[in-house]
């Protein structure tokens, strides 16, 4: 049943509208194909081809003397049937040169197939390869860095001789570093000497105190007897 068409107006998009779905549509195909029909105006081909055939069968089945009738309708069917023939000879030429044609498509597609498994490959490779040449161009770099680190330090006999002069230094401090270890050790011992001695001088400063306090408290006894002597010889220088 054929679906009513709708006018469109302006401004609207174009709706197709179709008389059989697709699976219809492949019946048909297929049907038109098999009976040579092209179009769905006229009688199909071989139903001519049919018609042409029932009218000489049926010719010749009567008793009549009708045999110019038969022939003409023989060479009738014959050229119907040729009729026929020629676009079925054509369509095998036509099926023909589409299996070659697919026989090429096949060996094209295999090839290509081929030709795009090398390229891949190829991809690897050169995925491969930029990604060595990444770490070569990288240590080039870093060597480049170092060399020119290196071409920026003094020469090897400047730097030797500055070695050898900070040796000399290290020697130098190390040999004053020891007598100034030495020095200290002999301060050490001195200054202990000098601690023993204040200690000693100490304590007979301290004895002396403690004997001139018993001299002191002896004084006055002293001093008696002394005055004593003084008038005794007095009288004596006076009897004389």
């Keep these: 049943m054929l679906k ?12 197709a509208h179709y008389a059989f779905g697709p699976n219809e549509d492949d019946v048909i ?8 029909t092209t179009t769905t105006r006229g ?9 042409k055939f029932t009218a000489f069968a ?7 003397d009708n045999y110019n009738d038969c022939e003409r309708l023989a060479k009738a069917f014959l050229q119907e049937l040729t009729t026929f023939e020629i676009p079925l000879l054509k369509s095998k030429a036509v099926i023909d ?3 070659r044609e697919k026989e090429n498509f096949n060996e094209l597609k295999d090839e290509i197939t081929s030709q795009i498994h090398e390229v891949q490959e190829e991809i690897e490779d050169l995925k491969k390869q930029l990604e060595a040449s990444k770490i ?9 860095a170092i060399r020119k680190l290196i071409a920026m330090q003094p ?4 730097t030797e001789k500055m070695i050898a002069e900070l040796e000399k230094e290290i020697a130098a401090l190390e040999a004053e570093d020891a007598a100034t270890s030495r020095l200290l050790e002999l301060r050490k011992k001195q200054f202990a000497l000098l601690l023993h001695v204040v200690d000693e001088l100490q304590a007979t400063i301290e004895e002396e105190q403690k004997n001139l306090l018993e001299e002191m408290k002896n004084y006055p006894e002293e001093q008696k007897s002394g ?14």
Excluded at 227 to 240: F, G, K, L
């Design 97 to 99: 040169a589409n299996l």
């Design 4 to 15: 009513a068409r709708r006018v469109v107006g302006k401004g609207e998009a174009m709706t």
């Design 136 to 144: 070569e161009r990288q240590h080039k770099e870093e060597c480049e």
């Design 227 to 240: 005055s004593e002597e003084p008038s005794r010889v007095a009288e004596a220088m006076a009897i004389d």
């Design 43 to 51: 009688e199909p081909p071989l139903k001519k081809v049919q018609k």
């Design 155 to 158: 020469p090897r006999a400047e």
């Design 58 to 64: 049926l010719e010749v089945e009567k008793d009549a």
């Design 29 to 36: 195909i297929k049907h038109r194909l098999l009976t040579r």
